[in-house]
């Protein structure tokens, strides 16, 4: 099942039921928000498709109008954005098989003659997922992108700030969580990501990282409850006045993973401040693919699209070159 939150006509929020092959999407009778209807489940002790099935249908929006007019939301969101944690995790795909041949070869041998980088993921290759389930896999690499405020739903414009050295995609899935009264962490479901970043200034210096991350990133229209698929075949283009100038498939589930989606949670969700009651978290899982490594550099109003299974539509996201505005700080 996936859901998606969106505008009616009157400008009121509405969450519905992708239906009929994801033509149309149907309102659920009651609701205007996922995220009321996440506490509500985690409450009641239900299951979010469980308390979705048991829900009175409405009205039926067409999903290609809904998306025309610009009226799909963000698949989940806080009421409060400052209580929305953007995160991700990265070297954690392995993607296709001569990827997959290429990074194996390159962290073969000894390991104190690795960069950085080939290290942890040679240790993700070979801690990633511990033959007992019980046990954490090894620590992933982790970084903050940003509060609910840096979030975009498709068809809004990816910011690139002028001080950026550029803005790629990083087309992959993100985990979507509601922290209950308990503290207990529940995953409500899984959307497409762009996780936009600055791959230009990132290879500056690895120690830019976490400045390359501090952008905006978006989330597909629909929210998929469940589990994932254990390999999703996704595709990725980049639009130029309509036209793709650049394509590529990525790889994704856990059998094209090093980790298990479960133990990049628990690295997440093992630090106490991030369990806060009614908190909402949105965790990119990381990518195989990146337009970057085929020299590719988007310019203001290309369109980047990620499509892949279980999702019925792409995520679209124009981008967009920020004028300077340089911080004004005064003492007092």
């Not at 998306?67 to 995790?89: F, I, K, W």
Request: with cysteine.
């Amino acid at each position: 099942m996936n859901l998606v939150q969106f505008l009616a006509e009157t400008g009121d929020r509405r969450v519905g039921a992708v239906e009929n092959n994801g033509d149309t999407v149907r309102a659920i009778k009651g609701w205007n928000s996922t995220y009321d209807l996440v506490l509500a489940a985690i409450r009641k002790g239900a299951g979010l498709a469980e308390l979705v099935d048991g829900a009175a249908r409405a009205e039926t929006y067409d999903f290609d109008e809904l998306l025309a007019n610009q009226r799909v939301l963000l698949p989940l969101d806080h009421p409060d954005p400052a209580h929305c944690l953007v995160s991700g995790t990265g070297l954690t795909h392995l993607g296709s098989a001569k990827t997959r041949d290429a990074m194996h070869a390159k962290i073969a041998g000894d390991a104190e003659a690795l960069t950085d980088s080939m290290r942890i993921f040679r240790w993700g290759v070979e801690g990633g997922k511990p033959e007992d389930p019980a046990q954490p896999p090894v620590q992933p690499e982790w970084f903050y992108k940003g509060d609910g405020s840096w979030l975009r739903p498709t068809g809004a414009p990816l910011e690139r700030p002028a001080f950026a050295d550029d803005g790629g995609e990083e087309a992959e899935m993100a985990g979507l969580y509601v922290i209950g009264d308990n503290g207990n962490v529940y995953r409500a479901g899984f959307a497409l990501g762009n996780e936009f970043s600055d791959h230009v200034m990132e290879k500056k210096n690895y120690l830019y990282l976490a400045h390359s991350k501090l952008r905006t990133a978006s989330l597909g229209p629909e929210l998929h409850l469940g589990d994932l698929p254990a390999s999703i075949e996704g595709r990725a283009r980049l639009l130029r006045d309509g036209e793709a100038f650049w394509s590529g498939v990525f790889y994704t589930g856990e059998e094209n993973m090093s980790y298990g989606i479960a133990g990049l949670e628990y690295h997440h969700f093992k630090y106490a401040r991030f369990r806060r009651p009614g908190d909402v978290h949105c965790h990119f899982f990381g990518t195989s693919l990146l337009s970057f490594s085929n020299g590719v550099r988007p310019e203001d109003g290309d369109v980047f699209e990620i499509f892949a299974p279980p999702f019925n539509r792409p995520l679209r996201n124009p981008v967009q070159h920020v004028p300077p505005d340089p911080p004004r700080i005064q003492v007092l």
